[in-house]
């Protein structure tokens, strides 16, 4: 492949979206299948997801990730390099660039499908997939913004580099990109959101579950008006992801239902559709589980102990936590299948959560902290807390402000909610790419632990405004005109 052909795959994805969408678009982007059905359409717009996951640079990256040692684990050089923040070149399985392939191959999807919308004639049957491409567009880019540029500043200064917001199909070999800024970014994300919002159904859909219905768009919402501090926003579309907002009911089972489960059926389970806490999935292709079995660079004994020391309850937070052997722990989450291409070969695939109504519930309770309803954010937390607490207690086991003070030595009770918060989200979404989510929201130094070749042990920190902790975009990009993120 020449330079130029694969900066412009490198930016939009084109590769993987001819791909995904071969029995719809030929490979010549001037020389298109015509999309002339609801049903093609709906078809090209179930591709509009990342077909990627972000679990190996985020968690790698963020504080859910310790060294344990010389001669302990497996050493990869994607995950040594995640780990203390070192840029990656190449777009290998796992690695940061291939997610931004994956979500411009994504956006290409949803491009085209709505370029399709525009000029044919399918009548009100396809507005569904409209609003689904609309939202998923904003969901695509919001990721890239979110990893690729700095963090939505709240109240302050948005002018430095956003990433390109790709609304129209590919029809040049080579175009031209800028990157906007991040207000302008999120202005765009906001308004396909907003739009594509107002047309979704859930009963467009045979599996919900892989599309974004009208609750896993305000679970979207919820995160979005999260980051950009309208927490009246975030309050409204996170009621609105659970029926009659019973929170309780609609979060994860973690202390009875998965509890109850073989680790086998848990592995199997965890990521399934008809957990009712869980709002959107896809299927990504991903040697996560491969790669983090046994790594010198993750899960650790340290890390372990969020589940073995009683948290802010009093209590020890249950959860399915398996060993490869100690030190190497895992979740057990994420169960891997193998999609053969032919008879002796083909490629490992996750079905990978997005959004969850237990990352809502969270979202929401840190928006009533913002706006001084400390009540109803402890409210929230208890509810979180109540499923994943064996035979919890309100009475003993609720967390109180006196609570949180003691455990966590904080007087100020905002600042001191703020942390529950997190650290109950920490935990929560070990191996999952939340935490990552949260340090770059919220501005946190993320600080590990590294050891020398010979055993002695320092600190590493990435602080609030180091440049690291944006991903850098993939060289390649700057064929396209894109001026990569400072280091």
Not at 43 to 62: C, I, K
Not at 161 to 186: D, H
Not at 260 to 272: D, H, Q, T, V, Y
Not at 286 to 296: A, K, V
């Amino acid at each position: 492949m020449n330079r130029n052909k694969r900066a412009l795959f490198t930016l939009l994805g084109l590769a993987v979206l001819v791909t995904s969408c071969k029995k719809y678009l030929d490979v010549n982007p001037d020389n298109r299948t015509q999309i002339n059905s609801v049903e093609k359409v709906a078809q090209l717009v179930a591709s509009a997801y990342p077909d990627r996951d972000y679990l190996t640079f985020t968690e790698t990256a963020s504080d859910n990730a310790e060294d344990k040692g010389p001669g302990i684990g497996d050493v990869n050089d994607l995950v040594t390099k995640y780990y203390t923040w070192q840029d990656v070149v190449g777009d290998e399985t796992n690695s940061a660039e291939a997610y931004w392939n994956a979500c411009y191959a994504a956006i290409a999807s949803a491009n085209q499908a709505l370029k399709s919308i525009e000029e044919g004639d399918f009548g009100d049957d396809v507005l569904p997939y409209k609003g689904e491409a609309l939202v998923a567009r904003a969901y695509a880019h919001h990721m890239l913004a979110i990893f690729f540029s700095k963090a939505y500043n709240i109240g302050g200064d948005n002018s430095s580099p956003g990433i390109p917001y790709v609304t129209e199909p590919e029809t040049v070999l080579l175009a031209k990109y800028t990157r906007g800024t991040v207000a302008s970014t999120y202005d765009n994300i906001e308004k396909d959101l907003e739009e594509g919002m107002k047309l979704l159904s859930s009963s467009a859909y045979k599996v919900p579950k892989y599309h974004f219905t009208l609750a896993a768009a305000h679970a979207f919402a919820s995160r979005f008006y999260l980051f950009k501090g309208e927490w009246q926003k975030v309050i409204d579309n996170a009621n609105a992801t659970v029926p009659n907002g019973d929170f309780a009911g609609n979060i994860r089972p973690i202390s009875t239902t998965f509890k109850n489960m073989s680790i086998a059926e848990f592995n199997a389970g965890f990521s399934k559709s008809d957990v009712k806490a869980t709002l959107l999935l896809c299927n990504a292709y991903s040697g996560y589980q491969r790669l983090y079995g046994t790594p010198r660079y993750g899960y650790g004994e340290t890390l372990k102990d969020m589940f073995n020391e009683p948290n802010v309850t009093g209590k020890r937070l249950e959860n399915k936590v398996l060993n490869y052997g100690p030190p190497n722990y895992t979740t057990y989450k994420w169960k891997e299948y193998f999609y053969y291409a032919t008879e002796s070969t083909g490629f490992p695939y996750l079905p990978f959560i997005l959004f969850t109504t237990d990352e809502t519930l969270m979202n929401r309770a840190e928006a009533y902290v913002e706006l001084g309803k400390q009540d109803l954010a402890l409210k929230d937390i208890n509810t979180f807390y109540s499923v994943r607490v064996q035979a919890f207690n309100p009475a003993v086991d609720g967390v109180t402000p006196q609570k949180i003070m003691a455990f966590y030595s904080i007087s100020d009770p905002k600042e001191g909610l703020i942390k529950t918060i997190l650290e109950a989200k920490k935990a929560e979404f070990l191996q999952e790419g939340i935490r990552w989510m949260d340090l770059v929201r919220r501005h946190l130094p993320v600080v590990k632990n590294l050891y020398s070749p010979t055993g002695e042990e320092s600190t590493i920190e990435l602080g609030p405004d180091d440049p690291r902790r944006v991903f850098q975009i993939p060289q390649t990009a700057k064929l396209a005109g894109l001026e990569l993120n400072p280091r």
